[in-house]
């Protein structure tokens, strides 16, 4: 068996990596405003009690003047410059650093404001009624605004909700809110709840779900959060963004959940088709499914009708895959593949050799096709016998003849299904039959099923051509 050094897995990692840092959605740092926004176009008639007002009158005046105080004027300042360091940071050490200095920063904010933090806790015992615990729920966001004081803000906004007062509809918003403030504190058990009562409030803006669903993926628990992020894009269909589905196939990858995996990817690539796309859906499923040789074949052949090949390792492991002494046409055809691109070279050991075999066999091999056809179409022919001669005509680019001998290969008893049907929808789409291709893919079960699921949604890329 032809034998090569290590590859890099680079490109995998690369693909990995982009996908990884792709961002679902902002956490919602614009929810500052929107609160009081909201508050002013959809302010519910109050009636506080008189207990509660009367220390309305000095809370409101305490805040108002501590906004206008240079000092914290000056300290909100510190904090704006910090956060636009923490951005342009680049490394993670210059993350760290920059990311302890907000921190400080906040801190300093927020000692003073301490005054103002007391006289709010005092006004709990007042805070009786649903009208008193809503404009006390607005004071406790006030103040997190001003102090840059995330958990305040949640604070305000949970109490607020929790008076009652709001209309449904934008106490399920107000919700949304609370469950972005707590996925950015990293409270995902919080986050999960408010998000889960703003969807079922019919909140349904800003990927709510796909937030809902990294609530449960950053809090390692990988699939709960794919069925939510699944439920999510079949509900967007062919709007689905990508950056959800190279999300989702990531995730399942480092989970090493193969069916998940091989189904964001098949949903990645039927609506976004491009050569990084089919690149990373094939490199995942390679990497977890561990497919020997014979099943590694067909997914490396999806590669190179999609053309997705990104460096040496990819031809190199089609070749082995192969193997220049079954099927030389077919290595050798990717050996050129390979040396034209570049990212093969001729003073490469492992190429030269696999080389000179594959051409050294060539036209006996080709020589020797109308015997295989011969002795598979005999009476009593063995599936064996049947299957090597379809994958031949395969290997040489005839997909009318290979399709009609694994459809005979179908027939015989002890046959390996997943294999033939798989070779059998590789032949059907190579010719056009596209809903022949398709119907056969889905019959396919067990460890070929997600690689079949990618070579379906290669099919639906095709313009569907006559048959020859």
Do not use: C, H
């Not at 209309?167 to 889960?196: C, M, W």
């Not at 056809?373 to 016998?385: F, L, Q």
């Not at 033939?420 to 079960?445: H, N, P, S, V, Y």
């Amino acid at each position: 068996m032809i034998r090569s050094t290590p590859v890099s897995r680079s490109v995998l990692g690369f693909a990995l990596a982009l996908a990884s840092g792709t961002v679902l959605i902002a956490t919602p740092a614009f929810a500052k405003d929107k609160p009081a926004q909201q508050a002013a176009s959809g302010q519910p008639k109050l009636s506080p009690s008189k207990p509660f007002m009367a220390a309305y009158g000095p809370m409101k005046t305490a805040l108002d003047n501590a906004a206008k105080r240079q000092d914290v004027i000056d300290a909100k300042a510190a904090v704006a410059t910090a956060a636009n360091a923490v951005n342009a940071a680049t490394t993670k050490t210059a993350r760290a650093a920059a990311r302890t200095n907000y921190d400080a920063t906040v801190k300093a904010l927020g000692d003073k404001l301490t005054a103002e933090k007391t006289q709010l806790d005092q006004m709990a015992g007042v805070a009786t009624t649903p009208d008193d615990k809503y404009i006390y729920g607005q004071f406790y966001f006030q103040l997190g605004k001003l102090a840059e004081d995330k958990v305040l803000q949640r604070k305000g906004l949970a109490m607020t909700v929790d008076s009652g007062k709001l209309a449904p509809d934008v106490a399920a918003e107000y919700n949304f809110f609370v469950g972005g403030i707590s996925y950015d504190l990293r409270d995902f058990a919080t986050a999960r709840t408010a998000l889960q009562a703003a969807i079922a409030g019919g909140y349904n803006k800003n990927d709510v779900q796909s937030l809902l669903a990294e609530s449960y993926i950053n809090d390692n628990q990988p699939a709960e959060g794919l069925k939510v992020l699944q439920a999510a894009i079949a509900k967007q269909g062919k709007a689905a963004p990508e950056d959800w589905l190279r999300r989702g196939e990531v995730v399942a990858y480092n989970a090493k959940m193969v069916d998940q995996a091989g189904q964001f990817g098949s949903q990645l690539v039927a609506n976004y088709p491009t050569t990084q796309n089919w690149a990373l859906s094939i490199a995942v499923l390679r990497d977890l499914a561990r497919y020997p040789a014979q099943d590694m074949v067909d997914l490396l052949r999806l590669m190179d009708r999609t053309n997705s090949y990104l460096e040496s390792r990819d031809y190199v492991e089609y070749v082995q895959a192969a193997d220049p002494r079954r099927s030389p046409g077919e290595a050798l055809k990717v050996l050129n593949k390979g040396l034209a691109s570049g990212k093969l070279n001729t003073s490469d050991v492992f190429v030269t050799e696999a080389k000179n075999i594959a051409t050294g066999r060539l036209a006996q091999d080709k020589a020797s096709l109308p015997g295989l056809e011969r002795d598979a179409r005999a009476a009593g022919a063995t599936p064996v016998v049947v299957m090597a001669a379809a994958d031949a005509f395969l290997s040489y680019d005839q997909p009318a003849k290979a399709a009609e001998l694994f459809q005979l290969a179908l027939t015989k008893p002890g046959v390996d299904t997943a294999r033939a049907l798989t070779r059998l929808g590789i032949a059907q789409t190579d010719m056009g039959q596209i809903a022949a291709a398709q119907a056969t893919f889905a019959k396919i079960e067990g460890p070929r099923k997600p690689m079949a699921a990618l070579w379906s949604a290669y099919a639906s890329t095709k313009a569907a051509t006559p048959a020859q």
